[in-house]
């Protein structure tokens, strides 16, 4: 699998030897943006971007998690993204009714008051499918690789006729919000279905999962789903050995990729 660790969960302190870390054992590197409306906390902005593009020559992974990612989306760009995922129940890009609260826990912040409010409804949303694939199609016009995100509870039967203007299809396994939380299970789900909408209808797409990653329990279980891509915060900068720890993941075989099967599907 790609491995793209989450500068979110590095010391910032000492960003420079975050990002050689990330040189040693890294495909990408993940740039969670977050603006304290769609998800209750703050992360950072284009200059924080700019700083590591400057650092590094590696892909850089940008995860917003912001309202209205279209207005942020040609600063983020000339700072250097070469992904740029917007989610799709993002005020903005989904329809009406979004967003449903987020469950975040975590470290800090408002994450203690987040975790007061209702869990998020089940069942389909009302996602605004020409908006979101204009999202997405805009993302494409300004040079990136066009991202998207779904939050656990967003299935793919909200976004299939989107699929064909995605790039990356980034499958969340915690509410978004916060680094360390558990990984939840019910997403692996939506792994396999991708990668059979993927191969049903000729897209090519990769699939990335963020959150709650590690090499021992979790990562096995998404390669074996069929991710192509991997993010970790917690589970590669919070280890004594952040580089095995990149590498390790980088050696679980993703799915349909496996010596002996049939192809692959991508
Ligand atoms: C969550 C972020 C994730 C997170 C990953 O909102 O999108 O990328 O930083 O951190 P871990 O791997 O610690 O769950
Ligand atoms: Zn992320």
């Given at each position: 699998m790609l491995v793209s660790p989450s500068?979110?969960?590095?010391d910032w302190a000492r960003l420079p030897e975050a990002v050689r870390l990330a040189e040693e054992g890294a495909d990408w590197l993940h740039c969670d943006v977050m603006?304290?409306?769609?998800?209750?906390n703050l992360t950072f902005g284009p200059p924080m971007v700019g700083a590591l593009r400057r650092l590094t020559q590696l892909p850089l992974d940008v995860h917003l998690m912001i309202d209205e990612p279209l207005r942020f989306a040609r600063a983020f760009v000339d700072a250097g993204a070469s992904v740029l995922t917007v989610h799709a129940e993002a005020p903005g890009v989904?329809?009406?009714?979004?967003?449903?609260?987020v469950r975040s826990r975590g470290e800090g912040g408002a994450g203690d008051e987040a975790d007061a409010a209702p869990p998020p409804t089940s069942g389909a949303h009302p996602i605004d499918l020409p908006r979101l694939r204009a999202t997405l199609k805009s993302l494409r016009a300004l040079g990136v690789k066009s991202g998207l995100a779904l939050r656990p509870?967003?299935?793919i039967d909200e976004i299939e006729p989107a699929l064909?203007?995605?790039d990356v299809l980034l499958v969340m396994t915690?509410?978004?919000?916060?680094?360390g939380q558990a990984f939840l299970p019910a997403p692996l789900e939506t792994i396999r279905r991708a990668v059979g909408v993927r191969r049903a209808r000729g897209f090519d797409y990769l699939i990335e999962i963020d959150g709650g990653?590690?090499?021992?329990?979790t990562g096995p279980q998404v390669a074996a789903a069929g991710a192509d891509v991997v993010v970790a915060g917690h589970g590669v900068y919070?280890?004594?050995d952040p580089v095995a720890a990149m590498r390790a993941l980088r050696g679980l075989v993703t799915a349909g990729y496996a010596p002996g099967e049939d192809g692959g599907d991508a």
């Open positions: 500068i979110l969960s590095a603006d304290g409306h769609f998800v209750p989904a329809g009406p009714g979004w967003p449903a609260p509870d967003t299935g064909e203007d995605v915690v509410y978004p919000g916060f680094s990653i590690d090499v021992a329990h919070r280890q004594p």
